[in-house]
């Protein structure tokens, strides 16, 4: 009986071993099988990772960023991330067309990460009439990326040799989820987005803006990534502001960073602020921000209250100014209030001049007072002209560093 058992387990544990063998077997061949599919199939199609459209006299100018798979492998390491292809057209989809009869695979959309809008198509067209194409092209994904391109052709912007990613649209994607930390959730521009905003008619619109910081030509030029220095680089410079569809003004960097901090919550920034007794700045980092707006009053004009709870650690003071005491920080986080209200209230201003409503005073009084809202709404731009707007900024310094600065 023991030997049978024996003999029984042996059996067992052989069948086990083959099965495991035939297990393995079939894992490798559809690993390989599933490889050769995966390079066939890229071997027929061009994958885009970028689609940039301008405008000129004749019509649209549409240009697409393709993959290069072998620049991905190690035997690739020297070869170029991407190849960029234009076309003119009487429309956007025609224009895509003619680049398509350039090429001898077809081209897949539905990886496209950034859709970049040149200077000059958004300072003709209405913002709705250019998202248009891509809410109706059904291969684009629902969440690709919207940017403006400042000063550039978004053709020539895509022809930019990046460093770190060879890839200029997958660097644009990078730089835009990065910057969410610092504008939150404005770096999202999406066609639906921009279709619901439009919708609304309550918040003006803004879209991220890019830059080329440097010698366009020579960026152009593989040679841009083979240097310590690149000669030309991709800048996410600022936001630009709409006003009933139609591109109204550019907000600087600073201006974006501010306005990023008044409109969402947000998590990490730097903020500086003039020193108030003397020369010099003060640098806070990892900034977070809760922006907060209520209405003032029930009748009459509506007037709103803008209050902004601040967190931040000290990073430079360049002033003569003591950081050692209660006294001196308490001190420090005042004049950054008075300071950072006033810039708040200069941003606040510059709006209300253009008669543009980005930070949503119009929202709020749309959600808490719905009855006093469909009695301005259609003339919303004037009303919030001239409406009276304060702002109560709140700062807490969280942590003054390891060094203090001491009065000499």
């Known amino acids: 009986m023991r030997q049978m058992k024996r003999n029984n387990q042996v059996k067992q544990t052989n069948t086990k071993s083959m099965i495991t063998l035939f297990l393995a077997i079939g894992l490798i061949i559809s690993i390989i099988v599933s490889k050769q599919v995966q390079d066939s199939m890229l071997n027929k199609i061009s994958i885009v990772s970028a689609i940039g459209i301008d405008k000129n006299e004749k019509g649209y100018i549409a240009s697409i960023q393709i993959y290069n798979p072998t620049a991905n ?48 198509l958004v300072k003709s067209d209405e913002i709705s009439s250019i998202t248009h194409y891509f809410m109706r092209e059904s291969n684009l994904p629902a969440n690709i990326k919207i940017v403006i391109s400042k000063g550039v052709k978004a053709e020539k912007l895509l022809q930019i040799f990046t460093p770190v990613q060879k890839i200029s649209g997958n660097r644009l994607d990078e730089m835009l989820t990065r910057k969410r930390e610092s504008w939150g959730n404005l ?29 366009l ?26 006003k009933h569809q139609r591109f109204s003004y550019w907000l600087s960097s600073s ?29 806070w980092k990892d900034v977070r921000g809760k922006p907060v707006i209520q209405i003032q009053d029930k009748k009459g004009a509506p007037a709103f209250l803008l209050q902004l709870q601040i967190k931040g650690k000290l990073s430079d003071v360049s002033c003569n100014l003591d950081t050692s005491t209660i006294k001196a920080i308490s001190s420090l986080e005042h004049d950054a209030e008075l ?51 304060q702002t109560n900024v709140k700062v ?10 001491s009065l000499k």
Not at 222 to 233: G, H, R, S, V, Y
């Open 73 to 120: 492998s190690k035997e690739g390491a020297a070869e170029i991330g991407a190849y960029t292809y234009s076309a003119q057209g009487r429309t956007i989809p025609e224009a895509i067309d003619r680049i398509h009869n350039k090429l001898a695979r077809t081209i897949f959309l539905d990886n496209t990460e950034v859709a970049v809008l040149g200077e000059s």
């Open 187 to 215: 770096t999202d521009i999406t066609s639906n987005k921009i279709k619901e905003m439009v919708n609304r008619k309550r918040t003006e619109l803004t879209i991220p803006y890019i830059s080329i910081k440097g010698d």
């Open 217 to 242: 030509l020579k960026g152009s030029s593989k040679d841009n990534i083979e240097k310590a220095t690149p000669e030309a680089l991709i800048e996410i410079e600022g936001l630009a502001v709409f």
């Open 255 to 283: 201006e974006s960073n501010l306005y990023g901090l008044t409109k969402t919550k947000i998590r990490d920034t730097t903020l500086i602020t003039k020193c108030q007794r003397g020369s010099g700045y003060v640098t």
């Open 339 to 389: 300071e950072l209200q006033k810039q708040i209230n200069q941003l606040i201003v510059k709006t209300q001049n253009k008669k543009t409503d980005i930070n949503g005073f119009g929202e709020v009084l749309y959600r808490k007072q719905p009855k006093r809202w469909n009695k301005v709404k259609n003339n919303w731009n004037s009303v919030y002209s001239t409406a009276q707007i």
């Open 396 to 405: 807490d310094l969280m942590d003054i560093g390891e060094i203090s600065s």
